[in-house]
């Protein structure tokens, strides 16, 4: 059971990337799939969540408008797609799975059970 990433890179301020989270070994469809991401010094950020359990995906305030989470239940992947990236989107980005619903509480990385090891995500001049 696991989760992979892949999508991230280097890219210019205002440039977009797409993140991808396979997952295998298991059916992750009925489960919540969330993105969190960490800077150098800081802690664990959530970032979005999507659910078929939920009405619509859940965002960080500060991804809002710019970021979109979708997934193909069938076909497993989740994306993030990231545009308008700035300076401080930079990080190493997670997929998460765990609970059915992403909820209220979307943005606590503990109720999330399975992650995948990261890409890392470096936005600059």
């Known amino acids: 059971v696991q989760l992979v990433e892949s999508g991230g890179g280097l890219v210019e301020p205002g440039g977009s990337l797409r993140l991808s989270c396979l997952p295998s070994g298991f059916a992750f469809g009925g489960y919540a799939m969330a993105w969190f991401r960490q800077a150098p010094g800081k802690g664990r950020e959530a970032v979005s969540c999507?659910?078929?359990?939920?009405?619509?995906?859940s965002y960080a305030d500060v991804v809002k408008g710019r970021f979109t989470t979708s997934r193909d239940v069938a076909k497993n992947p989740t994306v993030l797609q990231m545009n308008n990236l700035v300076l401080e989107d930079t990080g190493v980005y997670f997929c998460a799975s765990g609970p059915l619903r992403c909820g209220q509480f979307w943005n606590q990385s503990e109720r999330f059970s399975t992650w995948g090891q990261g890409t890392q995500v470096t936005v600059a001049s």
């Open positions: 999507i659910s078929i359990w939920d009405e619509s995906p």
